[in-house]
């Protein structure tokens, strides 16, 4: 038999043990990792930490060489003045023949540049012409090689200012041309440097872009799957907890609407009432009871003492006239006095039970109020949980767009072979780049030597002698001077062709890679614009909004997307993805056309008929207190207790005592005395003055219930009874409708608060994907670590640096040729010319050259003199 009702008995367990406590809100509080919501659903979401470890770095440090980049870049300006001939370049774009049509204009568009190659060529082809006529001139005895003077004054004798002059000269040249043989050396260890940090690191950050759109994948993850899935906790509880949540003010604000709780307060207060109505009651009854017991013994007392009355009155007449309360026998029946007793019992048992207790009873139809809310749309809040799930695959539009734009980018692009393919270049160009690093240092030693030669001239000429020491008497030390500044002059002649072809070589290919190509990758608007009118073939489309968005129409520009990449804004803001329809934000963030709350919630059907609340012990009460006075028989209690036996033998015995005290010789002074003596012990120790006691206690009781009923008397007790009850009866008979009306009011705020969880989510959604979601400063640290600083900052920054280094020093030692010479006079020891006229000749052969005639009268042919040099 119990086999065939298990099920159902398993059932009803079930729902007794999962039914929802309409009492509270359970759990008061969620919490999910970093997540939290709290009673009221104010939601707080976990924020997604997006910082990785990005191998870009912020930029190249080239240290104090800072300056002297900034110095070859102006140079490179000044010989290309104006902007980037973007109008040339499409030109040129279309045909290269214009250039010998427009070749003139192309001319002095950069005529700087043109100057400074022609200087270099005509550099080149003169020096070794020059160096070879001023060394032969010097070989033959000319150009000051033969140290011949005719007087002192030709070598600089007792000239201390053009001593001091030339040497000064020559020192500040030669410190600029070690400055630039000091800067060669670093510029030439740094281009190196650079060149190696491409191949070793620059290249590794294009592992970024793998990272970003992971680190982006995981953060939109975080969003969308972790952030909703705590939303959809939040929604679930609150719509589990309806009971509470909708239901408990649906129920307060009933009573407060209804004026149930004017009633209800009403009755409460007269709980004082029915506390003083009790004691008094209680004292009422319990001295009817004392009065019952004492009144037969006080009876028999009386009748015992009249008689002794009658005796004195019979002695003297006289008692009769003075004595008018001599007759105590009168009747005295404690029948005629109400029972209180069962009103005393009803009101003590409401009492007890507590008045205030009484509205609970009258409240428990309205307690019901959240369980049938939480019972009747349970159908309608399982449909809106469903909707609410289905939002996710919405939600979820956000991930799979963005995992495919990583799949797209990333498939299309193998940055492993990228990087493999890059540094296999980079493994052979660093086999030639030693050599170049061999020859960076060969040049800058050539020209470190010859300004060492510079040094040694100055120093043993300075402190080898003075102005003031004849020419002729000058030292050996002085004269090595000398021959130091002509062999840094002979140095100069010999490699200054050199340097110079390496330079002009340098600075043709590395001016305008400088001007051209890294000023336009620094400057945004115009690489957008260069892309657009000379790379790009898209016929005025934008590029990059070709490839991003194919046939879509957006105009994206390379300048906006690293502007914004720059600026740490979000990819979504960056890539124009809301103008793509990549995915749309606005649709996605409108929850309303998969979860339409409203209309869930408007299909809320919940009965409220039938509520009771004027049911149980309250209205009895109130009817109670309303008839208590007119139940209380104050007539019989008068009339009853107004003359009585008690007092009217309290009268006697003062009449008795004034006529003793009158009449000491009267016949029956005896029985007076008697009278008197035990008149006088029972009404002041006797059951006479107990009887007195509790009658005036009943007097008090009646009085302290007509003050309590009565007053005041605009408000009796009845009054207020009869106000209280035609109040709940009018509620009663609205509150069904009270209660619908409140519901579909407060039903709102329900609605309120469930849009409240998911436009929190949604704002989350906006603000993340708008501000946070991928922000791409990794994009523009990659293109900025890799195209500005490592390759033009400081790959093209370096070797124009080198070349105006080593442009820095031939200029300054092209100086010195000529100060050099004009100072070693102030050095060379001198001889005067009379001193070889008269001097024999070493050789008296006169060699058949001699007896040529030189043609144009050249001075410079062979001499057998072994004195010239």
């Known amino acids: 038999m119990f086999s065939k009702h298990l099920p159902l008995f398993l059932c009803l367990v079930v729902a007794l043990v999962s039914a929802q406590d309409v009492t509270k809100l359970d759990p008061e509080t969620l919490i999910e990792g970093d997540n939290t919501a709290d009673k009221d659903s104010n939601v707080t ?65 950069y005529i700087g540049y043109a100057i400074a190659i022609a200087v270099g060529i005509v550099f080149i082809v003169l020096c070794p012409i020059i160096g070879m006529c001023f060394c032969c001139c010097r070989c033959c005895g000319r150009c000051g090689g033969a140290r011949v003077i005719n007087e002192p004054k030709e070598a600089g004798f007792e000239d201390v200012i053009g001593r001091r002059v ?14 630039g043989s000091a800067l060669m050396f670093a510029t030439n260890e740094q281009l190196s440097k650079s060149f190696q940090n491409i191949k070793d690191k620059d290249l590794d950050t294009l592992d970024d872009i793998t990272v970003y759109f992971d680190s982006t994948i995981n953060q939109t993850n975080i969003l969308v799957n972790d952030n909703f899935n705590f939303t959809l906790k939040v929604l679930f509880r609150d719509l589990d907890n309806i009971g509470y949540l909708l239901g408990q003010p649906i129920k307060d604000d009933v009573i407060k609407k209804s004026g149930l709780q004017y009633v209800y307060n009403g009755i409460d207060d007269m709980d004082s009432d029915a506390n003083k109505l009790n004691t008094s009651l209680t004292v009422l009854v319990q ?83 959240p369980e049938r809310i939480q019972n ?17 695959r919405d939600v979820q539009d956000i991930t799979k767009n963005l995992q495919k734009i990583r799949n797209d980018f990333l498939g299309k692009l193998d940055f492993e072979d990228l990087k493999s393919d890059a540094k296999s270049f980079l493994d052979t160009g660093t086999t030639y780049e030693k050599y170049r690093w061999y020859a960076g240092i060969g040049l800058a030693c050539i020209t470190l030597i010859i300004s060492l030669l510079l040094v040694s ?23 090595h001077g000398g021959n130091f500044l002509t062999a840094s002059n002979m140095l100069f002649f010999i490699f200054g062709w050199l340097l110079m072809l390496v330079t002009t070589l340098i600075f043709v290919v590395g001016a305008p890679v400088e001007k051209f190509a890294c000023r336009t990758l620094n400057d945004l608007d115009l690489l957008d614009q260069v892309i657009t009118d000379v790379i790009s073939s898209n016929d005025g489309k934008s590029w990059l909004g070709d490839i991003v968005y194919p046939n ?38 409108d929850y309303s056309k998969t979860v339409d709350i409203g209309d869930k919630i408007n299909q809320f059907n919940v009965g409220f008929d039938g509520l009771n609340i004027t049911g149980g012990e309250m209205m009895r009460f109130i009817d109670f207190m309303s008839a208590f006075e007119e139940n209380m028989n104050y007539t019989a209690y008068n009339n009853t207790l107004l003359d009585n036996k008690v007092n009217k033998s309290s009268n006697f015995l003062t009449e008795i005592i004034t006529f003793i005290n ?58 207020k009874s009869d106000t209280l009850k035609t109040n709940l009866k009018s509620i009663e008979s609205n509150l069904s409708q009270i209660t619908n009306e409140t519901f579909r009011n407060s039903v709102n705020s329900f609605e309120s608060r469930l849009r409240k969880i998911l436009d929190t989510f949604t704002s989350l959604v906006k603000e993340t994907v708008e501000n946070d979601l991928g922000k791409c400063t990794p994009l523009w640290n990659i293109y900025n670590s ?84």
């Not at 030339?166 to 400055?179: C, E, G, H, P, R």
């Not at 009484?358 to 309205?366: A, K, M, P, V, Y």
Request: with cysteine; charged share 20%.
């Open 457 to 479: 001239g100055l120093l043993c000429g300075f402190f080898g002698g003075r102005a003031s020491i004849e020419p002729t008497e000058r030292s050996s030390f002085s004269n």
């Open 376 to 392: 009747e749309t349970a159908k309608e809040r399982e449909e809106l949980k469903t909707k609410a799930g289905d939002y996710t």
């Open 166 to 179: 030339s040497i000064i000269v020559l020192s500040v040249i030669t410190v600029m041309a070690i400055t």
């Open 662 to 719: 009158s009449h000491s010789a009267s016949p029956a002074i005896i029985e007076l005395n008697t009278i008197k003596t035990n008149l006088s012990s029972e009404m002041i120790n006797g059951t006479g003055s107990q009887l007195k006691k509790s009658i005036d206690n009943i007097k008090q009781a009646l009085e302290d219930i007509k003050s309590v009923t009565t007053q005041p008397p605009s408000n009796t007790l009845k009054m």
């Open 786 to 869: 890799i195209l500005i600083n490592s390759l033009c900052d400081s790959l093209v920054g370096s070797l124009n640096a080198w070349w105006a280094a080593l442009g820095w020093t031939i200029f300054f030692l092209l100086l010195s040729t000529c100060t050099s010479v004009v100072t070693s006079k102030h050095f060379f020891k001198m001889r005067y010319n009379s001193e070889i006229s008269s001097k024999p000749p070493v050789d008296t052969i006169v060699s058949p050259e001699k007896q040529k005639s030189h043609p144009f009268n050249n001075q410079v042919f062979h001499s057998d003199n072994a004195d010239k040099w």
């Open 45 to 109: 979401y976990t924020k997604y930490n997006g910082n990785q470890n990005y191998k870009a770095g912020s930029g190249s440090d080239v240290g104090s060489l800072g300056p002297f980049y900034d110095l070859a870049r102006s140079i490179i300006g000044t010989s290309f003045p104006g902007d980037f001939p973007i109008d040339l370049a499409k030109e040129l774009k279309s045909s290269f023949s214009i250039i010998g049509d427009r070749w003139q204009d192309i001319l002095k568009s």
């Open 287 to 369: 001295e009817k009871i004392f009065l019952f017991q004492l009144m037969p013994i006080f009876d028999t007392f009386i009748a015992d003492l009249q008689n002794t009355i009658d005796v004195a009155i019979s002695k003297d007449s006289n008692i009769t006239t003075m004595c008018p309360n001599h007759q105590l026998n009168k009747s005295f029946d404690t029948n005629e006095l109400p029972n209180e007793f069962n009103k005393s019992v009803v009101l003590a048992v409401f009492v007890q039970s507590g008045v205030k207790s009484l509205t609970q009873q009258s409240r428990h139809d309205l307690n019901t109020i």
């Open 552 to 589: 879509k129409g957006v105009n994206l520009s390379v300048a906006e997307v690293l502007v914004a990449c720059k600026a740490d804004q979000a990819v979504y803001k960056a890539l124009k993805m809301e103008k793509g329809n990549l995915f749309n934000l606005t649709q996605i963030t």
